[in-house]
């Protein structure tokens, strides 16, 4: 993948369907998008994509594998995989539902019988596990010859998951990861990962070696086509590390809180420690079609320093989804910040545009959200007709929405600093953060006799970028026309 900027995305949010996001970016952002990552298209029965019926097609609704490869021929895509889980609405699924344990996908899906030696676990056992749901993650499920059994269902009860101790799911990888190469993957993220491997008596999630043998077999089967991925996990910024350490590519989660409270207090010694030591082959992002995570920031952030940055982003309108494990101190704890980013900072425009300099001069390939794109403010409609929080973030822009927006102030300055970071040639280089005072943040790049610097100064929410141009003369980076560099 190329150092450059990539876009987020669902298939009917930025324009209607595929054509029309293909569209869109073609005609305005043709220069700031270099990479779309079209979070799930296929057919799904719940989870806004993330639970798959059905790999091997695309949503009539959204458009066709034609469509997606007429995006492949200009933008690097990524694709999502869902490694956890299916859909109980999966042909797999219910065929199994029909025959039970005569069906030939019957060791494919965790079943609890076969799982705890007492067919179901424990409160001890409960209390030990990573959940998303404050009861045990399973569902009851009624078989064609009506008997009932639990399935273990981490996440929403559409999505049921796998047992990767099973030849038969890992078949179902391989085949499918292959399919999805096949069809323009530039690369996969390799979504909930962390949940996939169950050892009995932990807390079923990140569990190592098992992770690690998991990961070198899927990285494996992509190495085929020499594909990279992209494991999805929030967790200890130091989990981050060690997959980096592995030599995995890395989401930047810790980011989004950190630039808040970097804003919010005014101070950056908490982020450029971070800058000091965050994994280099890393992708960044300030907002994705989650929320912020929180659980990402530990040890980095205080307590009292996260605990401000919860409060400041609710009184903009936020709300939150919820951690139920044992280690929410016996109870509940924010575990991600539900917000449009742009709303996140006040929708102060000098605020938005400092944090996105501060993430286009972070190491690593930045992402940008679909709203993020457009300084897309909170969709309290939408919340509230859907009823669901999570959709805070996730408006469904039409054409015509976008061709207004992008005459926004906000939003062409920046385009200009995308185009920046896209095209100014020394990202591939060296980072340094010369020393300045706690309100204010220098970070420096340098390769090849080219140099870029961003200052910023937090009081005043602004900041300047200069360059070298091919003169070596000290250029200041203008938001008020397009950036001009020719290769």
């Not at 010859?145 to 799911?169: H, P, R, V, Y």
Request: charged share 30%.
């Amino acid at each position: 993948m190329k150092n450059k900027i990539m876009l987020i995305t669902y298939s009917d949010s930025f324009g209607k369907n595929l054509k029309e996001l293909k569209q869109m970016v073609d005609t305005y952002f043709k220069r700031e998008i270099n990479g779309i990552h079209i979070l799930p298209f296929f057919p799904s029965s719940g989870d806004r994509g993330f639970a798959p019926i059905n790999y091997r097609e695309v949503d009539p609704q959204f458009g066709t594998w034609e469509d997606i490869q007429a995006l492949a021929e200009n933008y690097e895509l990524m694709f999502d995989f869902m490694i956890n889980h299916l859909s109980r609405r999966s042909p797999e699924f219910l065929d199994f539902l029909e025959k039970h344990d005569q069906s030939e996908y019957a060791d494919m899906f965790l079943r609890f019988k076969k799982f705890w030696p007492n067919g179901e676990p424990d409160q001890k056992q409960v209390d030990m596990l990573n959940k998303r749901k404050p009861c045990a993650p399973c569902e009851d499920i009624l078989f064609a010859d009506g008997t009932t059994e639990k399935i273990w269902c981490t996440f929403d009860n559409e999505q049921m998951d796998l047992n990767l101790e099973s030849e038969t799911a890992w078949r179902f990888v391989e085949k499918t990861l292959r399919f999805l190469m096949d069809q323009g993957a530039a690369m996969i993220r390799l979504d909930a990962f962390a949940f996939a491997t169950k050892k009995l008596n932990t807390s079923c999630f990140f569990i190592e070696p098992e992770m690690w043998d998991m990961m070198k077999r899927v990285q494996g089967i992509l190495d085929e086509k020499n594909i990279p991925m992209l494991p999805e996990i929030h967790d200890h910024y130091t989990i981050q590390q060690k997959i980096a350490d592995h030599g995995y590519t890395v989401y930047d989660f810790v980011l989004p809180v950190m630039v808040l409270h970097t804003l919010f207090s005014q101070n950056s010694r908490r982020l450029r420690h971070w800058l000091e030591i965050c994994p280099r082959d890393q992708h960044t992002t300030l907002d994705t079609h989650d929320g912020l995570g929180t659980v990402d920031v530990e040890d980095l952030l205080s307590e009292e320093e996260l605990q401000a940055v919860i409060d400041k982003t609710e009184e903009y309108g936020a709300n939150f989804k919820w951690d139920y494990s044992q280690k929410g101190h016996g109870g509940k704890r924010v575990y991600q910040i539900n917000c449009s980013y742009y709303s996140a900072v006040g929708e102060d425009d000098d605020s938005y545009l400092l944090s996105r300099a501060i993430q286009f001069f972070t190491p690593g390939v930045p992402q940008v959200y679909y709203m993020g794109l457009l300084a897309g403010e909170n969709d309290y409609e939408l919340m509230e007709r859907t009823q669901y929080d999570r959709n805070i973030s996730r408006h469904n822009y039409t054409v015509e929405e976008i061709e207004t927006l992008v005459e926004k102030p906000v939003v062409k300055k920046l385009c200009r600093l995308m185009q920046f970071r896209n095209e100014y040639p020394v990202f591939d280089g060296e980072m340094s953060l010369p020393d300045t005072d706690d309100s204010c943040l220098s970070i420096v790049w340098s390769c090849k006799g080219l140099e870029a610097r961003l200052d910023a100064r937090l009081k005043e929410k602004s900041f300047t970028i200069t360059y070298l141009d091919r003169m070596g003369e000290a250029v200041t980076l203008s938001l008020e026309e397009d950036f001009k560099w020719d290769e």
